[in-house]
């Protein structure tokens, strides 16, 4: 579903936070991108989504090099995007929130469909309270739905763990991990919470320096050996 070939991207002109990024994620899978701060999880998250220009390299997603576009481009292609301190818009109600996710889709009916509130049921209940008005973690709750509705193939999610507490934590990595399953949504985790990783991702990616520094499909052995988490994660 997603290919990247050795991806330059940056902030100013000849700048590589990434620098020979590669790779491949199949339909289905959820992987997880790890590293210490500053390696370049988020900027490759951005160049995907077009939000950073990418210099060198190709980025192909469902068989089409997408480079270059737009994050609107992006979103109607199917990816869907719930950054870092989720953004949500704090003087929208929870049911304007979601609604945006659904006018980046202009081919969808353009309204919240019902299934949107029966994900996380606070969404039901604080329907037309203010998003701003919410805690962290409901707001978190909030931004993943407001990209689900955008019926995404591929969702990617920075760092949803952030400033939110452990129970809802739990419930975010139960549900995703129960809508991958179920329904086969493609996931990219940026995540600092080995629970979370561990408890979601059938694949871990280790970046270091703005490229893949090494990778295990075998996820639970990390728990019993976790040299690649101290090697590429210690500070
Ligand atoms: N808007 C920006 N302008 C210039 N440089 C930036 C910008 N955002 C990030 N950088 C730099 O790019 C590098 C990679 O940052 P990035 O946020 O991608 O790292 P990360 O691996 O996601 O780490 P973190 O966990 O801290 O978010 C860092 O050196 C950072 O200082």
């Given at each position: 579903m997603l290919n990247v070939?050795?991806v330059?991207?940056?902030?100013?002109?000849?700048?590589?936070?990434?620098?020979?990024?590669?790779?491949?994620?199949?339909?289905?899978?959820?992987?997880?991108?790890?590293?210490?701060?500053?390696?370049?999880?988020?900027?490759?998250?951005?160049a995907l989504m077009g939000?950073?220009?990418v210099?060198?390299g190709s980025v192909n997603f469902a068989g089409e090099e997408v480079a270059g576009r737009k994050p609107?481009e992006m979103a109607r292609r199917g990816v869907?995007?719930?950054?870092?301190?989720?953004?949500?818009?704090?003087?929208?109600?929870?049911?304007?929130?979601?609604?945006?996710?659904?006018?980046?889709?202009?081919?969808?009916?353009?309204?919240?469909?019902?299934?949107?509130?029966?994900?996380?049921?606070?969404?039901?209940?604080?329907?037309?309270?203010?998003?701003?008005?919410?805690?962290?973690?409901?707001?978190?709750?909030?931004?993943?739905?407001?990209?689900?509705?955008?019926?995404?193939k591929l969702?990617?999610?920075?760092?949803?763990?952030?400033?939110?507490?452990?129970?809802?934590?739990?419930?975010?990595?139960?549900?995703?991990?129960?809508?991958?399953?179920?329904?086969?949504?493609?996931?990219?985790?940026?995540?600092?919470?080995?629970?979370?990783?561990?408890?979601?991702?059938?694949?871990?990616?280790?970046?270091?320096?703005?490229?893949?520094?090494?990778?295990?499909?075998?996820?639970?052995?990390?728990?019993?050996?976790?040299?690649?988490?101290?090697?590429?994660?210690?500070?």
């Amino acid at each position: 579903m997603l290919n990247v070939n050795n991806v330059v991207a940056g902030y100013l002109a000849g700048s590589r936070v990434l620098d020979g990024f590669s790779l491949q994620i199949a339909a289905g899978e959820v992987v997880a991108l790890l590293g210490r701060n500053g390696m370049g999880k988020t900027t490759f998250l951005k160049a995907l989504m077009g939000h950073v220009g990418v210099t060198e390299g190709s980025v192909n997603f469902a068989g089409e090099e997408v480079a270059g576009r737009k994050p609107y481009e992006m979103a109607r292609r199917g990816v869907a995007y719930v950054p870092q301190g989720r953004e949500i818009f704090s003087d929208f109600t929870v049911e304007e929130n979601l609604l945006m996710g659904v006018l980046g889709r202009p081919d969808l009916p353009q309204k919240v469909p019902d299934w949107a509130y029966e994900i996380f049921p606070i969404l039901q209940e604080r329907r037309k309270q203010r998003g701003g008005s919410m805690s962290g973690g409901q707001q978190q709750q909030l931004a993943i739905v407001r990209a689900l509705v955008s019926q995404p193939k591929l969702l990617l999610l920075d760092e949803p763990s952030e400033g939110i507490q452990p129970n809802i934590v739990q419930d975010i990595g139960r549900v995703l991990g129960q809508i991958a399953k179920e329904q086969g949504l493609t996931i990219l985790l940026v995540e600092q919470n080995m629970e979370l990783v561990l408890g979601m991702a059938q694949r871990c990616l280790f970046m270091e320096n703005g490229a893949i520094a090494y990778e295990t499909d075998q996820v639970q052995q990390l728990r019993t050996d976790p040299a690649p988490i101290h090697r590429y994660l210690s500070v």
